[in-house]
């Protein structure tokens, strides 16, 4: 018996070609709509699916595969005589190759202007029941989705057979890629009636590159990127200069470019380690840039850097002379360009930086995950409360903020002092908060003198208290509500500090 093929594709991409070769090698073509018209323009034969069916595409093309006719000649078993006796019973043939890619949803719903109908009629029925259909018949029916298959399909064709491991390989990724595609659509439409924790999630990705190595050589390592990415992240980031990123470059180019885009104005972040080791603000970026390298001029040595404006030739010439793993920035001048790729080794991203974009955030524990949004919260005037006798002065004020924004991108748990627009010293991931403090203060060494000190949580004693007197910092930023805040309060009192409640946690973990 003649062996039939079902092509029905929206990406048309080598179609023609794999449907002249299909035809050569003996096969029958069956196809529908716009694919039949485009095999049939290329001069080959081809049966149309209601010549299949015995029944019209109807319903403006919502219905033209769902049938017996086509179902049962992709799900017959071939080895069982009941099978292939009923087949023969209902005039049914069976259909050996589905060539089926489908409606654009993806694309359809990533257009700025799509509406809600037009993102419903992308929704492809027929296609993925086709492809289910002859995915779980893979041991008699050879389903392809992806054009980049075609040419091993030929390959084994010439050979003289298909072999059960190139089917099960090509069912694999059917199933894979119909998972996909029901993720996007569930996704969007649990998003169309504003359902932020739905009781079942299913998260679909697309592998962006394979990794030389994870987070140490001897672990294997890839990049997804997620389906629907916004442009302001990172797997949407175009590279301009560079080898490719490793695991541990991606992880910390994404926490410098989570940081930078807390600030409205120029700002410049330096991370090591997925913590901020410098982060400053200035009138311009050249500005903002010298006061983060000079916060931690050691710790940057083969940091990671995000900045919020255009670099231009002079913050270019800053740059290139440390060395450094990454610059990350919305755009780069060809001047700049030209100053910074003499550096063979440095990686140039560019990635729009969108002030307080926020993102959900996917965490993987052992057999689950935690998903929570992003911490953006932003402060108000009237949500600070000043609990000492001393109030800061107007500059101590601008420093607060600042060290309050930076303080939740450092983990926990972690102080962080701050002196005109940048950081002086970062403690990060202690066991306890004065061991944190005095980190802090170590780095920060005689600039710690009348800076302000932000903490991610309360103080559960009045060490720390005692530990930045003894600095001489002069106010503190504190999320207060422990049991003991008193007992601090008392001591910044005693020593002439200010003190400011925020009444929000920033943990980090």
Not at 136 to 153: E, F, G, L, R
């Amino acid at each position: 018996m003649q062996k039939r093929a079902l092509i029905s594709v929206s990406d048309k991409t080598g179609i023609v070609d794999l449907a002249k070769q299909l035809v050569e090698h003996g096969i029958e073509i069956i196809s529908t709509g716009g694919t039949k018209k485009a095999i049939e323009e290329a001069g080959i034969k081809v049966t149309g699916i209601s010549e299949v069916t015995g029944f019209p595409e109807i319903l403006g093309g919502r219905v033209k595969t769902l049938h017996p006719n086509v179902h049962g000649g992709l799900l017959a078993k071939r080895s069982e005589e009941n099978h292939m006796d009923q087949l023969q019973a209902q005039n049914i043939q069976p259909i050996d190759f589905v060539i089926v890619n489908l409606y654009p949803f993806k694309e359809t719903i990533s257009k700025e202007d799509v509406t809600f109908d037009d993102a419903i009629e992308n929704i492809d029925i027929g296609g993925p029941t086709m492809l289910r259909s002859a995915a779980k018949n893979h041991q008699d029916v050879t389903v392809v989705v992806d054009p980049a298959d075609y040419s091993a399909v030929i390959e084994a064709l010439s050979e003289g057979e298909i072999s059960l491991q190139l089917k099960r390989e090509l069912a694999a990724k059917v199933f894979r890629h119909t998972a996909h595609y029901d993720a996007l659509i569930a996704d969007y439409l649990t998003n169309q009636v504003g359902e932020k924790f739905p009781e079942t999630k299913t998260l679909t990705y697309e592998r962006k590159q394979t990794l030389r190595y994870g987070e140490n050589p001897h672990q294997q390592a890839a990049f997804y990127a997620d389906a629907l990415a916004e442009s302001s992240t990172l797997v949407m980031a175009k590279q301009l200069h560079g080898k490719e990123l490793s695991y541990n470059n991606i992880q910390d180019a994404d926490a410098a470019l989570t940081i930078v885009k807390d600030f409205e104005e120029p700002a410049a972040v330096a991370v090591k380690h997925m913590n901020p080791c410098g982060v400053g603000i200035g009138k311009n970026l050249y500005d903002a840039f010298t006061r983060a390298y000079a916060a931690d001029p050691v710790s940057i040595f083969g940091g990671i850097i995000a900045l919020n404006r255009s670099v231009d030739e002079q913050v270019a010439e800053k740059l290139s002379s440390i060395f450094l793993e990454i610059v990350i920035a919305p755009a780069f001048t060809d001047g700049a360009l030209e100053i910074l790729t003499k550096k063979k080794n440095i990686r140039l991203l560019e990635v729009p930086v969108k002030l307080n974009e926020a993102v959900n955030q996917v965490k993987t524990v052992s057999g689950g995950m935690l998903i929570q949004e992003e911490d953006r919260h932003e402060m108000e005037e009237h949500d600070f409360k000043v609990v000492t006798e001393r109030s800061p002065s107007d500059g101590e004020w601008g420093d607060l903020k600042f060290a309050w924004k930076v303080i939740k991108h450092v983990k926990s748990n972690a102080i962080l002092l701050a002196k005109d627009a940048q950081t002086i010293g970062v403690g990060a991931g202690q066991m306890n908060r004065v061991g944190a403090a005095k980190i802090a203060i170590e780095q920060a060494g005689e600039k710690a003198q009348d800076s302000v000190m932000a903490s991610d949580a309360f103080f559960p004693m009045a060490d720390t208290v005692e530990a930045a007197h003894e600095a001489g910092i002069r106010t503190i930023i504190q999320p207060g509500g422990s049991i003991r805040d008193e007992d601090s309060i008392q001591k910044c009192n005693e020593y002439g500090i200010s003190m400011v409640f925020t009444g929000v946690r920033h943990f980090k973990h």
